[in-house]
């Protein structure tokens, strides 16, 4: 199939570019053109970039028009009125819309566990609360018969292109460096559970999801198998890049939440990443039955620990010094027990 992808040099959209061209289909990214492709050619197939502005109507229309896709699968919307103008101005030849949501979508708190395609959502803040509405926007269109739509769902997904998401810290590479010289790391007291994905199994699930009609008009969770503690995520994560056994610290969220006011990563951890997250992938394996995470969390961590190394990030950040001086761990962990023992 012509499949033309909104966003191609990302974190899951070259897994996506690599999922495609290992099927066979005809595969196209819009791009700003500012990145270079990490996943340009796979079994003597390319994709062919188009440079636009996904966000520009009048040159969306253009691209559509031109490249005349039968599959669009767009990673880069987040405003409604984005996927409002790309129904509008759709292209005669398009049968299927492939929507990249987020589990941001069901809220941080879930209201069901493990969370489903249809489970009440209650998004706690502005990216997931417009990823619901557009959701909504995708089902709409199909079942107006506008325009067959499916929405996916991925939890925190990580692969080679971008420091891991698991941590208090996020996508920063002072995970690799506490694991490595085996400093403290902190994680949610209470046994919090975590739930991730590989961009490489996220990636084929769109792929394969491409004008497969038993996936119209359904909404699908895309994570990996694996949904366990933190702390056990710290464990795994650590053997993966050959790390020391970590020293796991639990404090609670709400004294981090308040501790760490004013740092510009308390996002992360005051709407994701303190609540538990488990998401069912039953409906999508019942679909897609071809489909099967293949990546563990373990694999997923020696992957972007090889990208790191092997793109020079790694050799950056330590040059850089590889610090979060408003979350240090060690000082974390002596003003909470100060405070615990008052």
């Not at 996927?83 to 209201?111: P, Q, Y």
């Not at 694996?226 to 969220?253: H, L, N, Y």
């Not at 394996?285 to 090889?306: S, V």
Request: proline residues 4%; hydrophobic residues 40%.
């Amino acid at each position: 199939m012509r499949v033309l992808m909104l966003g191609g040099s990302g974190l899951i959209s070259s897994e996506t570019t690599r999922a495609l061209l290992e099927l066979g289909h005809d595969t196209y990214a819009l791009t700003r053109g500012k990145r270079a492709f990490r996943i340009s050619e796979v079994s003597g197939r390319s994709v062919k970039n188009v440079v636009a502005d996904r966000h520009d109507k009048t040159a969306l229309k253009k691209v559509l028009a031109e490249v005349d896709p039968e599959v669009v699968i767009d990673l880069i919307c987040y405003q409604p009125q984005e996927m409002k103008d790309l129904i509008e101005v759709r292209n005669r030849s398009l049968k299927h819309l492939v929507f990249v949501s987020t589990v941001c979508a069901l809220g941080g708190e879930l209201a069901q566990h493990p969370a489903t395609g249809t489970t009440e959502r209650r998004p706690s803040f502005d990216y997931g609360r417009n990823k619901m509405i557009l959701e909504d926007i995708v089902l709409d269109a199909s079942r107006s018969g506008i325009i067959a739509g499916t929405n996916f769902r991925p939890s925190s997904t990580d692969g080679p292109g971008a420091w891991l998401s698991g941590s208090l810290w996020c996508r920063h590479p002072i995970l690799f460096e506490l694991l490595k010289k085996q400093r403290p790391i902190i994680v949610c007291a209470g046994g919090v559970l975590c739930h991730h994905g590989s961009t490489r199994d996220v990636g084929l699930a769109l792929a394969l999801a491409c004008g497969r009609s038993n996936t119209f008009g359904r909404t699908y969770n895309v994570v990996g198998d694996e949904c366990i503690t933190q702390a056990e995520w710290t464990r795994r994560t650590a053997s993966g890049i050959g790390a020391p056994e970590p020293k796991i610290v639990e404090i609670p969220a709400d004294w981090l939440v308040k501790k760490l006011k004013g740092w510009n990563g308390l996002g992360f951890l005051q709407y994701i990443w303190r609540y538990h997250g488990c998401f069912d992938t039953s409906e999508l394996k019942r679909d897609i039955p071809e489909w099967r995470p293949e990546l563990k969390i373990a694999d997923n961590a020696r992957l972007t620990w090889e990208w790191g190394v092997s793109s020079g990030e790694w050799e950056k950040a330590q040059g850089a010094g590889v610090q979060v001086p408003e979350a240090v761990p060690e000082k974390l962990i002596e003003d909470y027990t100060r405070a615990a023992g008052a």
